[in-house]
């Protein structure tokens, strides 16, 4: 049973978030926890496993080349870095917590309603809010099968069981998630594009989606790299979520505008999902610095631009190169994306894994997501890229590490 009904939108427990009990009572039905109990919530914690960041440090001082976790090789606009600066004068006061200039420049630039936008540390802790707010024990959430990992995290962190909908030639297949729907679920998660596959579901999928899942079903687009995406038949959502009642997109400014390290996402929610989240996140979720850099970042169309001139230059070159040395490139219409080795031992993604590293290039390890022959990596600099190129080539070809 999670907090909050879709359907009443109506707070259904008061046992978590804003409106827990007073003073700590216990209600009368209710026995007092025993020390056990404790010991038992931490083993059954024990049982996630946790998210593994990408790596970022190699041995030796090594300067790494790190195209592990989808960051910008552009860095985040100059004019998000002096917003960021100017806050300094200011940090002993808490942050706006309603984060009001932020949603409204991003309601300004997207055409939306500022008050059904919340903003968080990330959108991994919106992601996380969702799951806190409408599962709970005895509920399914679906996402797919190579779908980003926090999903599976967030579920079981809420007692609700993880189901997974197989995908087909890694991208994400709508009728296998229909299939898995029954009267338990309660939230879909669909990264569009995935990570780590790099594919997207087209708009008249995910239309379809939306209207064959049953109405008390929470649908979460995840478009955290939506801006890169450069395809007819995509959208990120806003429609979407501004036309039904029951459906959620979330955005990062930690990609295209290069604010991993602030920890910054948005959601756009119907009015009773925002509601929601609002009463059971923190007060001041998003610092002030994030606050700033955020408004400066999202007005800077001009560096958003370049980002993705950037990418659309690159991410072919990356791909075509990489295809040409003989491994599988799976079609990619993000910052990243995921190559394919062999199987024999010395040729394998294991190997290309530590050969890259000793060559200063740290990409990401993808067996977490059920893809053990597989690297993924980000698009990064010109010179990055054709580092990445030629360690591969050298890799393939015998070199020794
Ligand atoms: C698909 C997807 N969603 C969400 C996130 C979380 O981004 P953040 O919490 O930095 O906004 C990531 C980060 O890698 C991602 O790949």
């Given at each position: 049973m999670?907090?909050?009904?879709l359907?009443?939108?109506?707070p ?7 409106r827990?009990?007073p003073?700590?009572a216990l ?9 056990d109990?404790?010991?038992?919530t931490a083993?059954?914690?024990?049982q996630i496993?946790p ?11 090594l300067?790494p080349?790190?195209l592990s976790s ?20 200011e940090?002993e006061r808490?942050?706006?917590g309603?984060?009001t ?26 992601l996380?809010?969702?799951a ?5 024990p005895?509920?399914?959430a679906?996402?797919?099968?190579h779908?980003f990992l926090?999903?599976r ?10 189901v997974v ?12 998630i229909?299939?898995?729907?029954t ?8 990264a569009?594009p995935?990570?780590?596959t ?13 209207e064959?899942l049953?109405?008390?079903v929470?649908l ?6 939506a801006?890169y995406?450069?395809?007819n038949?995509y959208?990120a959502g806003i429609?979407l979520?501004?036309t039904?009642?029951?459906t959620v ?15 910054l996402g ?7 999902v925002?509601?929601a ?8 979720n998003v610092?002030?610095?994030a ?10 169309k001009?560096?958003?631009q370049a980002s ?7 991410l072919p ?6 295809e040409k040395?003989g491994l599988?490139?799976?079609p990619?219409v993000?910052n990243?994306l995921?190559?394919h080795f062999?199987?024999?031992?010395a ?5 290309a894994d530590?050969?890259l ?6 990409v990401r ?8 022959g597989?690297?993924?990596a ?6 990055d ?8 080539s050298a ?5 020794a590490?």
């Amino acid at each position: 049973m999670s907090i909050f009904s879709l359907i009443s939108g109506e707070p259904l427990s008061i046992s978590r978030g804003l409106r827990a009990e007073p003073s700590g009572a216990l209600a009368k039905n209710q026995t007092r926890p025993q020390k056990d109990d404790v010991a038992r919530t931490a083993a059954e914690h024990t049982q996630i496993d946790p998210y593994v960041p990408g790596e970022s440090r190699l041995p030796a001082g090594l300067k790494p080349i790190k195209l592990s976790s989808n960051e910008t090789p552009l860095g985040p606009s100059p004019k998000a870095v002096d917003a960021f600066k100017e806050t300094a004068g200011e940090i002993e006061r808490y942050p706006d917590g309603g984060a009001t200039r932020l949603r409204a420049a991003i309601a300004a630039r997207y055409g939306l309603n500022a008050a059904r936008i919340v903003c968080g540390a990330g959108s991994d802790e919106l992601l996380g809010l969702l799951a806190h707010a409408y599962l709970g024990p005895g509920d399914e959430a679906i996402f797919t099968e190579h779908g980003f990992l926090l999903y599976r995290i967030i579920v079981l962190a809420n007692g609700a069981r993880p189901v997974v909908a197989p995908e087909t030639d890694l991208r994400t297949d709508i009728a296998q998630i229909l299939a898995r729907v029954t009267e338990r679920t309660k939230v879909v998660f669909l990264a569009n594009p995935n990570n780590p596959t790099g594919t997207y579901a087209p708009i008249d999928e995910v239309r379809a989606l939306r209207e064959k899942l049953p109405a008390h079903v929470l649908l979460v687009l995840d478009a955290a790299y939506a801006e890169y995406v450069r395809r007819n038949d995509y959208e990120a959502g806003i429609e979407l979520v501004a036309t039904t009642p029951n459906t959620v997109m979330t955005r990062t400014f930690s990609k295209i505008h290069g604010l991993a390290g602030l920890r910054l996402g948005w959601a756009y929610c119907p009015e009773g999902v925002a509601d929601a989240l609002n009463r059971i996140r923190g007060p001041f979720n998003v610092s002030t610095p994030a606050l700033a850099a955020g408004v400066a970042a999202i007005e800077d169309k001009v560096h958003e631009q370049a980002s993705v001139a950037h990418n659309e230059r690159w991410l072919p070159w990356l791909t075509t190169e990489i295809e040409k040395l003989g491994l599988k490139v799976t079609p990619s219409v993000a910052n990243f994306l995921l190559m394919h080795f062999p199987k024999e031992p010395a040729r394998n993604a294991h190997a290309a894994d530590a050969f890259l590293k000793s060559r200063a290039i740290i990409v990401r390890r993808v067996d977490a997501y059920g893809l053990p022959g597989a690297l993924r990596a980000t698009i990064g600099s010109e010179s990055d890229n054709r580092a990445v190129v030629a360690a591969l080539s050298a890799f393939l070809n015998g070199a020794a590490a």
